[in-house]
Every structure is written in structure tokens, then in C-alpha cells.
């Protein structure tokens, strides 16, 4: 049993930690992969849509791998024209951010048609309300979008969890293995990194909210790709975690 005290929030990563690797390596992304390009084809002319294609041209002009597909020339930048790029970062797991917003978008339709629900470890949705019945503030940080993530916890088996989520934040904030990126997101909590547990998979983002002075907790959960070095404090089951709220 682990026990942390003094927490007024606690900020979770999503994959190997509240759901299985696998269900976003081999049903998210390969769902994305299949439905972009029937999704640019209908929205790609939409102006909401005309921020994002600006990123993807900005990302495609800067990449710097020479494996990539070559960017087209500016008079031949359609919707549909960003389609091999996308599909090669998507290849790839590479963190995009226009490209999280774009997936984020196809799940919204994917899990509004009933094709997608979200596989929570079993004693997640329990802990989640624990916590939340102790005060505690809840928060999500992970490489997939806003969008995203309520979508995930939207529409689970055990219902809406959105509720219990006061926060949200993606790679807007920053990359997750930059200390800076605790920073800012205790920052946008306005509360003291000590006061703050965030639980991870991956030894890195440990690390990185380690250096901001959050207090932290490793996810070892079964078909985890990492394994964690026995220096971290990890649970295999949030029923492992006892954690004491403190002064508001």
C-alpha cells in the first residue's frame, strides 16, 4: 500500500495508466487511420477546419525527417492533400498536435455512432469517484487532445465520467517529458507542486513532474510496454493508492 498526504489534486495520464496500451494502438489509431480521409473529404473545406490545415502545412514545411512525403506545392494545399503526411505521422505514433485534434474529431463521430467505448482498468472509476468524494480536484494530461480525452471518459462502462474532471490538458501545454510543462500546468491549477500527485505509465513524464516538484506515482499495469524501475513509488491497481486531502 502506498500512501500520499497533503494532495489537493491529483492529474492522471490516460494510456497504461486508466485504460490498456492496446486500446489506443489497435482500436484508436487504426480507427483514425481508416476514417481521415472520408473525414477531410467532408469537412476538410469547413472554416472551423482552416486553423488546423494551417498547422498541418506549418508542420509538413518544418519536418526535418527525410522519410517523409514530400509537402506540395501551395497552390495544390487541399484537405485531402494533407492526407499522406497525416497517415505517415499517424504510422509512426508521432505527437502532432493538429494531428490529435484531427483523430480527436474522427472518435467525437466514432463514439457518438456507438463504433468506440472506452475499456477502463476496472478500478478506475471507483478511485475517480474516491477522490472526487474527498475534494480532490481531478485533471487529465495526455498526449491526446481535449477533445479526446472527454470523449474517453465520456463513454465508458461504468457512464459519463467527464463530471469528475475539473481540468483537461494535451501537448498545448507542452511536451509531457519537460519539466516546464508541470510548470505551467500547476500554474493553471494555481495550487503548490506539492499539493499536486500525477500518475504515469512512463518513467520520463515521472520524471519531468518529479523536477517541477509534483509529487508522483508510477502505473504499472499488465501489457505496459515500460517497466518501471523499482525507484519510482508504482501501483498495479489504484486500490494500492491511499491518498489524504489536504488543507483547502
Known amino acids: 500500500m502506498i500512501r500520499l498526504s497533503g494532495l489537493r489534486a491529483v492529474v492522471l495520464d490516460i494510456e497504461g495508466t486508466t485504460c490498456p496500451v492496446d486500446f489506443v494502438a489497435g482500436t484508436l489509431f487504426p480507427y483514425a487511420h481508416r476514417h481521415l480521409e472520408a473525414h477531410l473529404a467532408k469537412h476538410g473545406g469547413d472554416p472551423a477546419m482552416a486553423p488546423l490545415l494551417q498547422e498541418i502545412w506549418q508542420g509538413w514545411a518544418d519536418e526535418t525527417d527525410p522519410a517523409a512525403p514530400p509537402l506540395p506545392a501551395a497552390e495544390a494545399r487541399q484537405a485531402l492533400a494533407a492526407v499522406p503526411y497525416l497517415q505517415w505521422l499517424i504510422s509512426r505514433d508521432r505527437k502532432f498536435t493538429p494531428l490529435k485534434d484531427l483523430q480527436g474529431q474522427i472518435w467525437a463521430a466514432g463514439y457518438h455512432h456507438g463504433e468506440l467505448r472506452t475499456p477502463l482498468f476496472e478500478d478506475v472509476a471507483p478511485a475517480l469517484q474516491r477522490w472526487a468524494a474527498l475534494g480532490l480536484r481531478l485533471a487529465v494530461y495526455s498526449s491526446g487532445s481535449v477533445q479526446a480525452q472527454q470523449l474517453f471518459y465520456g ?83 489504484f486500490g494500492e493508492l491511499t491518498v489524504t486531502a489536504g488543507a483547502v
Open 155 to 237: 463513454h465508458t462502462a461504468a457512464g459519463d465520467l467527464q463530471p469528475l474532471f475539473s481540468a483537461w490538458y494535451d501537448t498545448r501545454l507542452g511536451p509531457k517529458r519537460e519539466a516546464a510543462s508541470y510548470r505551467a500546468l500547476l500554474e493553471d491549477l494555481q495550487l503548490p507542486a506539492a499539493a499536486v500527485l500525477f500518475i504515469s505509465d512512463s518513467a520520463g513524464e515521472l520524471e519531468a513532474a518529479t523536477s517541477a516538484g509534483l509529487q508522483v506515482c508510477g502505473s504499472q499495469r499488465p501489457g505496459n510496454p515500460e517497466t518501471l524501475s523499482p525507484h519510482w513509488l508504482q501501483v498495479q491497481h
